[in-house]
């Protein structure tokens, strides 16, 4: 039960950092010995998140359903990295096995997030059908462990100017569907889950709640106090020790 409890926790803290949550699962697994039901879990703890990401937005998820040009922009959103996504389901799948290549995409997501160092305009406060086909397309990068979602959807919209709490919220808004869609995707994969493992899962799923919503308020204010491209740092340190320690 502690294993799960710590991978919740996790989850939750790194599914909205910009330093991914699938990467540090991948790896946390390898070193608690979980060598079972990786997408299952991943899939289970990522639903806690996902109802994090409801609590914590409520408010722009009801103002978001009375506006119809920021639904299409979600939807195309949406449907441009689930295509994606599905298109290549059993290659990003088969990342989930190689701590090498989480290393490696790492190293991207760090580069990535140092870089928005170096902007300086936040001056759009409207997205446009543009936005949202480049976000759809860097988005999908994601699925990759160790490729971050949110800090490559947040990072693409401050390279199109988007002001920074716009570029938060809609992050976060897309990723909904997104997390729904893969778990309805994977749904065959809790289906083989052991009765004696269920009990732990709810467990994971619960702590990655409440951790989530503690991620949000923290990653919130660094992005409002400009120090967004800190946790590419932590994201470089994550790489090193993937590629010289885990196997």
Known sequence: MIKYIILGIVQGLTEFLPVSSSG???????????????VAISITLHLGTLLAVVIFFWKDILSLLKNFKLLVLVAITVIITGA??????????????????????????????????KITQYNRNKLNVQDALILGLTQALAI???????????????????????????????????????????????????????????????FSFFAGLVALLFLKRFIAEAKFYYFGYYCLFCAAFTLLFIK
């Open 144 to 206: 990759i462990p160790g490729i971050s979602r949110s800090g490559t959807s947040i990072a693409t919209l401050f390279f199109r100017k988007v002001d920074r709490t716009l570029a938060f919220t809609f992050s976060f808004l897309v990723s909904i569907p997104i997390i729904l869609g893969a778990a309805i995707l994977e749904r065959k994969e809790l289906q083989v889950i052991p009765k004696s493992d269920m009990l732990n899962l709810v467990i994971g799923l619960i």
């Open 24 to 38: 540090h699962l991948v790896v946390l697994q390898k070193i608690l010995g979980i060598n079972a039901h990786e």
């Open 84 to 117: 994606i996504g599905v298109l290549g389901k059993d290659f990003f799948e088969s990342v989930f096995t190689s701590p090498k290549l989480i290393g490696i995409a790492w190293i991207f997501t760090g580069l990535l997030l140092i870089s928005t160092k």
